[in-house]
Structure formats: structure tokens, C-alpha cells
T-cell receptor, first 117, second 115 residues
Framework: GAVVSQHPSRVICKSGTSVKIECRSL??????MFWYRQFPKQSLMLMAT?????????EQGVEKDKFLINHASLTLSTLTVTSAHPEDSSFYIC?????????????FGPGTRLTVT | AQKVTQAQTEISVVEKEDVTLDCVYE???????LFWYKQPPSGELVFLIR??????QNEISGRYSWNFQKSTSSFNFTITASQVVDSAVYFC????????????FGEGTQLTVNP
């Protein structure tokens, strides 16, 4: 199956700093990439949808200025958590969709565990 | 709006028991897709199955089977002869023609298989 990578897999940062997470589709071009956040023992919550070359669409309640998403190419999307605080500590997962309107299948990255101290 | 309900928060079984994970969904779309994912402790989601709304045939893959019933809006997942390695969180998810590729996830069911 298609492969999606995320980097870094784990990151610890100090409160007030910014952290960038990369999501790459390795063997296909991703029309759309999605960013999810998952708190412990909870489900995945969609944060935003990004399409290559256009602005991301954020879900209600997600701060656009805090979670900056850049989908600069068909294989790379980045999520930057700006001025991170301990409550931003979470598991961030990206997924990529190739535009296949038959299977509508998303391919998920392995996730990035962010800890803000 | 779409909604997926997994009423079972946690299930604990003994190895070799059969276990069924329930999934009930709500959608106004005529065309939609249902998915099951496994999330082991490592966190990486593992795709298990996709089913479209026009295909109500049950599916079996090894020890896994799925029962899709549109009449009850359910897409249940059964593991036969469970094994310790099946211990994970299982998510049911839904996408529809109006949501495109956006997925709506259920709350997940934590399955623990004890030796």
C-alpha cells in the first residue's frame, strides 16, 4: 500500500517555542492531506484539511494562527504548532488522499508525539 | 452531519474467544464508505477494511469478518479465535459523498485479549 511518513516521530519542546511536523507521501501524489490530533484514550479529531497550493480549511474550534499548515507540494504538508503550550501536547497524525474517487482511501502516517514542557 | 458510534469503550476477552465490535453510523448520503482501522500501542493506524454503501456482502479475511447491514446502519467487526496480538484500539470510520474524503471516526473500542 501507499506509504506516508511523518517527521519527527517524537518531539519535546519548551513552552513558547514552535514545532514543525512534516508529512510526506512517499510513492504517490496527495491531492489532499489531513491533520488529526489525538489525546490519550480519545478518538482522532480532524484539525484541518489542506489541498496543494491553497489555504487549509480548519475545523471549528481549531486556531488557524496557532496551527499553521502549508501544503507546498503534492508530496509534502507541514504543520507548525506556534507558541506551543503544555495543553498542545498530543499525538498528531497526518493522512494523505490521492484523489481516488473510487476507493476514497486515506493513507495514514505513523504519527508524531508532541510533548510540551 | 455524519456520526459514528462505537458504544463499547472497552472489551476484555480471553485468548481464543470470539469477539464482536459494534459500529453504528448516521449519514444522509446515499453513497458512503465505511472503514475499520486498528491502532496498536505504537499509535500507527492500520487499515483493515473499506466497504461502500452499495455492497452489503459480508466479508471474511482470515480470523476477521465484517457484517454490514444498511437496515440497521451497522458495520460490525468480529474477530474469531482472538489472540493477544489483537489487543489494540479499533476505530470505525465513515466518509460520504458530501464530505468527500473527510473521515468521521467513532470513539474507538479498546480490545484487550488476555492469555
Amino acid at each position: 500500500g501507499a506509504v506516508v511518513s511523518q517527521h519527527p516521530s517524537r518531539v519535546i519542546c519548551k513552552s513558547g517555542t514552535s514545532v514543525k511536523i512534516e508529512c510526506r507521501s512517499l510513492d504517490f501524489q496527495a491531492t489532499t492531506m489531513f491533520w488529526y490530533r489525538q489525546f490519550p484514550k480519545q478518538s482522532l479529531m480532524l484539525m484541518a484539511t489542506s489541498n496543494e497550493g491553497s489555504k487549509a480549511t480548519y475545523e471549528q474550534g481549531v486556531e488557524k494562527d496557532k496551527f499553521l499548515i502549508n501544503h507546498a507540494s503534492l508530496t509534502l504538508s507541514t504543520l507548525t504548532v506556534t507558541s506551543a503550550h503544555p495543553e498542545d501536547s498530543s499525538f498528531y497524525i497526518c493522512s494523505a488522499w490521492s484523489g481516488d474517487r473510487i476507493s476514497w482511501e486515506q493513507y495514514f502516517g505513523p504519527g508524531t508525539r508532541l510533548t510540551v514542557t | 452531519a455524519q456520526k459514528v458510534t462505537q458504544a463499547q469503550t472497552e472489551i476484555s476477552v480471553v485468548e481464543k474467544e470470539d469477539v464482536t465490535l459494534d459500529c453504528v453510523y448516521e449519514t444522509r448520503d446515499t453513497t458512503y464508505y465505511l472503514f475499520w482501522y486498528k491502532q496498536p500501542p505504537s499509535g500507527e493506524l492500520v487499515f483493515l477494511i473499506r466497504r461502500n454503501s452499495f455492497d452489503e456482502q459480508n466479508e471474511i479475511s482470515g480470523r476477521y469478518s465484517w457484517n454490514f447491514q444498511k437496515s440497521t446502519s451497522s458495520f460490525n467487526f468480529t474477530i474469531t479465535a482472538s489472540q493477544v496480538v489483537d489487543s489494540a484500539v479499533y476505530f470505525c470510520a465513515l466518509s460520504g459523498e458530501t464530505s468527500g474524503s473527510r473521515l468521521t471516526f467513532g470513539e474507538g473500542t479498546q480490545l484487550t485479549v488476555n492469555p
